[in-house]
């Protein structure tokens, strides 16, 4: 089986599914010649041309606008937004138009895109390359949201994506595309969206955590192993429908729970996953569910390291909430 | 392009002079006299003219209606097109079968025009369980694809992007249609509309860009909207073709809306059309537009009345008279009150239908909300 890193793991999937199914088009800032700022779409142009390949003006909205009348006619447009940081211009599009068109419509239209967009900071990106969005789009009704944290899943994820009836934003961490290598199957293959995974049992702790800070999750639970904490952590890779059954049936066994995102603290992911253990596994709380997370500033450029929720923050939350 | 001032407050020069050749920049064909500009004539055929006529005639009773049911308080809200009839609607009988248009929100006479039923209309006006949004959305914010209409939402100029977008796919596919997007002149100032006329530029969509600059965005006139000297000259900046019409006369929209669809459809790319009209009413039911404007000004375009102009046309032809009216008015207004009969009657969708459609299947949070809806207590008045 070949290794594969994120970004050849995910040019794969859409290169598979371009040939698959010809309504697929690919369409974004740079995504044509050169194969996009991180070369995700490389050697897509080449192989499928500019009717579906397309470098598009530099603009968002338009991108997502113009993609939304893609889909409508019968299209199954993936577009990407360079960076997870810029794609607000085109919020109102996704928001208002994208998320409610099947709703809005009576089921008569329903508008399906993957939105491809690299998220994530500790690359020295500052303020406009490193943010982490999820909440703003899993608070809107209508879009499902998927983070995957490793090669397979990265294209496990993105064929069910593209062949999911609903628009899923597909939030890429930018910081391990290169970094996570692993085993990435020739051709066909799905890994379901709604479902998490359980990366390692344990006993002690329930570890919540998506994206790049799942390898902060396990270098912070090594080191609580050898402090006697065994803890057992979930990699969500869809964080919308939230995989609420594999979490609640985590916490009914350990107790406990430390929630793990980038993102900043308030209203970030982590406070609706807290809200959902507290009202469907109260009772079997041994400690109060725990977040580590970015803080509620603007992403810093110089003390990024000290803004992200990395091991040796969240080993601490282990150990605390281990010993409550 | 020679371009003349937008009109404001004051008349402007050229649909305010009683000679219709005062503006040479703007399209005109149906003369003061009911005449039609040979130069300009698009030959539409006579029995179209009057079914446009009768068509004119419902919709502007229609808003009449509405405006008075939302004033009972029996329906919530109306967002109408007086005085902006003939724009509407000969733009929508100018594009062919096989194109698609992507409405503002004032373009009920479009919708029906194109084939949806008056009573699937009504039912969302009553947002009952038979609106085709489902009860989902504030009246006239309906969708209708079997007549190739889109889904209208509140944002203004969403749609400008997506009717390119639909088009783009149509030209990538290699499938002959067109895409007829309405808008506001307020909708020119939106981002939307630079990156719809940008992309269609660029890209060479077929589609046409139908600005009706009805002189006001709610309480702010154009001149606020813009310091060109026209709408339609902001084509030049994204290379497409732009031009002025009447919008107050049938024939000079058809014929401008007819001929930018023929350029799409053969390749020529996107094409935007002014049609220099003006709102009659307030933006809305829940708008007065005397806090904000001269009734001198509506009194002025009052004259310029769309049907009005039409019917001076048919009366001259010999076709039209006050019998015939009459009989219409009579007609039109028992199909109307046939649709509110019916569709005050319908019942209100099921609680359940609020957690369709939001995805294809509702998830377990969905599910769970729906039910805890379903078990708890029911609010009043509705």
Known sequence: MPQMNMVQAINDGLRFEMKRDERVVVLGEDVGKVGGVFRVTQGLFDEFGDDRVIDTPLSEGGIIGTAIGMALYGLVPVPEIQFADFIFPAYDQIVSELAKFRYRSGGEYPAKLVIRTPVGGGIRGGHYHSQSPESQFIHVAGLKVVCPSNPYDAKGLLLASIRDPDPVMFFEPKRIYRAAKGDVPEGEYTVPIGKAAVVREGQHVTIVVWGAMLYEAIAAADEAKAQGVDCEIIDLRTLWPLDIDTIIESVKKTGRVVVVHEAPKTCGFGSEIVALINEKAFLNLEAPPVRVTGFDTPFPYTLEMEYLPLAHRILPALIETAHY | ?382
């Open chain 2, 1 to 382: 392009m020679a371009v003349q001032p937008l009109h404001s407050s004051a008349p402007p020069v050229g649909l305010a002079s009683p000679a219709h050749t005062s503006d040479p920049d703007v399209v005109r064909v149906l003369r003061d006299d009911g005449s039609l500009d040979p130069a300009f004539d698009p030959h539409l055929d006579p029995e179209t003219v009057l079914a446009i006529y009768k068509h004119l005639v419902l919709v502007r009773l229609l808003d009449d209606r509405l405006v008075t049911l939302q004033r009972q308080g029996r329906i919530g809200f109306h967002i109408g097109s007086l005085g902006e009839e003939a724009a509407i609607i000969g733009s929508a009988a100018a594009v062919r079968a096989s194109d698609w248009l992507f409405p503002c929100y004032r373009e009920f006479g479009a919708a029906l025009w194109r084939g949806m039923s008056l009573q699937a209309y009504m039912n969302n006006m009553f947002g009952n369980s038979e609106d085709p949004a489902k009860g989902r959305q504030m009246p006239d914010h309906y969708t209708c694809r079997a007549a190739k209409f889109g889904s209208i939402s509140s944002p203004i100029g969403t749609q400008i992007t997506q009717g390119v977008g639909f088009a783009w796919a149509a030209k990538m596919r290699k499938d002959d249609l067109a895409t007829l997007v309405y808008f506001g002149e307020g909708a020119t100032s939106s981002a939307e509309f630079h990156n719809g006329m940008n992309f269609a530029g660029v890209f060479k969509t077929p589609t046409v860009f139908f600005c009706r600059n009805n002189g006001w965005a709610i309480s702010v006139p154009v001149e606020r909207q813009t310091a060109s000297s026209s709408f339609a000259i902001k084509g030049v900046a994204y290379g497409i073709p732009g031009i002025r019409c009447d919008g107050n006369d049938l024939f000079a929209v058809y014929k401008c809306t007819r001929d930018a669809i023929a350029h799409a459809a053969a390749g020529g790319g996107p094409t935007i059309i002014e049609a220099m009209t003006y709102r009659l009413s307030g933006h809305s039911t829940s708008d007065d537009p005397k806090a904000y404007r001269k009734e001198g000004e509506v009194e002025h375009w009052k004259k310029r009345d769309p049907i009005a102009r039409l019917r001076k046309h048919l009366e001259l032809e010999g076709r039209w008279d006050d019998a015939r009216q009459q009989a219409l008015e009579a007609e039109v207004d028992a199909k109307i009150k046939d649709a509110v009969a019916v569709a005050e009657k319908i019942q209100p969708p099921s609680l359940e239908s609020m957690f369709e459609d939001v995805f294809a299947e509702p998830p377990w949070h969905l599910q769970e909300q729906r039910d805890q809806l379903l078990k708890g207590p029911r609010a009043k008045g509705h």
